[in-house]
């Protein structure tokens, strides 16, 4: 239970302070001794809350043309990626989100260091869209919307307002199609509101701490540290 209590502390001061990386983190440190498919159920209700209350908190930053054709993208590829998390053999998927999680991570520190540049587009859009709702289905991951929002939005008030923004819409679908596909468990809901508490505890103390800490510092940091994560969750399961 102590492994449940940190991994959610720290995923969601994460989550406060940078807007995003909470399932990573979570993913990351519960991968290592829990299967995707009893995580994503409960960290789906433990970011559900944190969601609205960053998209409150922000929400004069709410702009419609960037996260309503971005949600409607997820939205599409929820369904096949929720098939493969109920399906898909275990090892294989914890491979996978460890590759993602590289990949993204590797992405978002070419592009803050200024040697990586990908202008706007639709197809983009629609690309990291579909492939966004994919991941999300699977392991409830949004990083490729960070990668693309991190471009399109100017303040980290405006990124954190949009992307929680298409979180809720995601949310509010997957728990529909979790329940319906039977991945939503009494004891996953049991686990989350014992969680929620911590939640609001981490979630409040990296708003806190965003006011003081260098976000782009934090933000590298937290990028570095999940690489690192993905690398041994590949090495641990593909022996």
Known sequence: MWLWIIATFVAFFVKGLCGFANTLVFTSIM????????????ELFLGYPANMILT???????????????ALLVLAGCIPGAFLLKNADTGIVKIVFGVVVILVGVEILLREAGKLKIKESKLLLAVIGVLSGVLCG?????ALLAAY???VTKTGDEFKANISAVFIVENTFRI????VMGIITLASLKQ???LMPVVLAGLFAGMFG?????????KRLVIILLIVSGIALIVLNGK
């Open 192 to 194: 989350a509101l014992m």
């Open 210 to 218: 965003s006011r003081f800490l260098n976000e782009k510092a934090a």
């Open 31 to 42: 991968g290592f001794g829990t299967n995707n498919v009893d995580i994503s159920p409960v």
């Open 149 to 151: 929002l991190g471009r």
């Open 138 to 142: 699977l392991f409830g991951v949004g």
């Open 176 to 179: 529909i199609l979790y329940s």
């Open 56 to 70: 409150f908190k922000n929400r004069k930053k709410l702009n419609p043309k960037v996260y309503i054709p971005l």
